[in-house]
């Protein structure tokens, strides 16, 4: 069956990098897309960007050039990373599966719980 | 940004029927879509391309609208549908979701 984990810190430094690894596994990333999204405490859910199947990437202008995401397909991983953390960064971060260039997300990882700690 | 706008809460009683609304600041042709979350999981998708039910949702939810305006409704409503429901668009970049509706069952 679909499934997607993401792992990662739960506590990350001010002004550090952060990096999520998100693992799949009952589909290929060649097929499908990965996107990641996030969600401060008690608020909504912010789309951060996306590693399309063909290995192509798409950024929230957000993130401005804070924001990587990367694969290994050999190994069913998504990788995030996002550099000059602040404390509203703070947030549980997901990722999910999609399809097509205008997808929904049927599939999502349970998220991991990242604090911005000063 | 498409900004995608809902009421913050809603409250009904069981067996009511309730809609909760999305309006969106552009057209979003018909890529917009539904989700449920309860606290401390994972969205569930509930309805995909404004009005298609996704697998194993019940037929009590359905979706409408095109353009900027939509409509998730549950109908009848219950008890284990207390959640905040957010609608999401992707036809416009960046993908953009809406703050949430908060559902009370009474």
């Known amino acids: 069956q679909v499934q997607l984990k993401e792992t990662g810190p739960d506590l990350v430094q001010l002004t550090q990098t952060l990096s999520i690894t998100c693992t799949v596994s009952?589909?290929?990333?060649?097929?499908?897309?990965v996107h990641w999204v996030r969600q401060p405490p008690g608020k909504g859910l912010e789309w951060m960007g996306a590693m399309w199947n063909g290995g192509g990437t798409d950024y929230n202008s957000a993130f401005k050039s804070r924001l990587s995401i990367s694969r290994d397909t050999s190994k069913s991983q998504v990788f995030l990373k996002m550099n000059s953390l602040q404390t509203d960064d703070t947030a549980k971060y997901f990722c999910a599966r999609g399809y097509g260039y205008n997808p929904s997300f049927r599939y999502w990882g349970q998220g991991v719980m990242v604090t911005v700690s000063s | 940004d498409t900004v995608l706008t809902q009421s913050p809460a809603l409250a009904v009683s069981p067996g009511e029927r309730v809609s909760i609304s999305c309006r969106a600041s552009e057209g979003v042709n018909s890529y917009m879509h539904w989700y449920q979350q309860k606290p401390g999981q994972q969205p569930k998708l509930l309805i995909y391309?404004?009005?298609n039910l996704a697998s194993g949702v019940p037929a009590r939810f359905s979706g409408s609208g095109s353009g900027t305006d939509f409509t998730l409704t549950i109908d009848p409503v219950e008890a284990d549908d207390t959640a905040t429901y957010f609608c999401q668009q992707s036809w416009n970049d960046p993908f953009t979701f809406g703050s949430g509706t908060k559902l009370e069952i009474k």
């Open positions: 391309k404004a009005s």
């Open positions: 009952g589909f290929s990333l060649t097929t499908y897309n």
